[in-house]
Nanobody, 117 residues
C-alpha cells in the first residue's frame, strides 16, 4: 500500500520560513520523481517543485529563490524548505510521487500552509 504522508504545515507570518516533509512508503523511492504541488482556494492545483530520481530539481517561477526541495534516499522523505513566505503562498500543499514513463503517480492528503500579512 502506497502512502505519502505530509507534515509541517501551519500558520506563519509573511517573511517567515516553514519546512514541509513527506514520508513515502510502499514504493521504490529511489526510482520515483517526487514533487510538491499546492492548491489555493478557488484555484487549480499547481506544481511548486519537483526533484527527479537523480536529484535534478525544477521550480515554479513564483517560488524560485525562496523554496528548496530535497530528498533523503535513506529515509524515503522529500522536504520543501520555504523561506520569505508571502500571503499568496497560502494553500494546501500536496506531496506527489511519479514513476517516469509509466503513468503511475500517487498523492498525499495534503497539509495546509497559511501565511498571514
Amino acid at each position: 500500500q502506497v502512502q505519502l504522508v505530509e507534515s509541517g504545515g501551519g500558520l506563519v507570518q509573511a517573511g517567515e520560513s516553514l519546512g514541509l516533509s513527506c514520508a513515502a512508503s510502499g514504493i521504490i523511492f529511489s526510482i520515483y520523481a517526487m514533487g510538491w504541488y499546492r492548491q489555493a482556494p478557488g484555484k487549480q492545483r499547481e506544481l511548486v517543485a519537483v526533484i527527479t530520481s537523480g536529484g535534478s530539481t525544477n521550480y515554479a517561477d513564483s517560488v524560485k529563490g525562496r523554496f528548496t526541495i530535497s530528498r533523503d534516499y535513506a529515509k524515503n522523505t522529500v522536504d520543501l524548505q520555504m523561506n520569505s513566505l508571502k500571503p499568496e503562498d497560502t494553500a494546501v500543499y500536496y506531496c506527489n510521487a511519479q514513476r517516469p514513463s509509466s503513468g503511475m503517480y500517487y498523492w498525499g492528503k495534503g497539509t495546509l500552509v497559511t501565511v498571514s500579512s
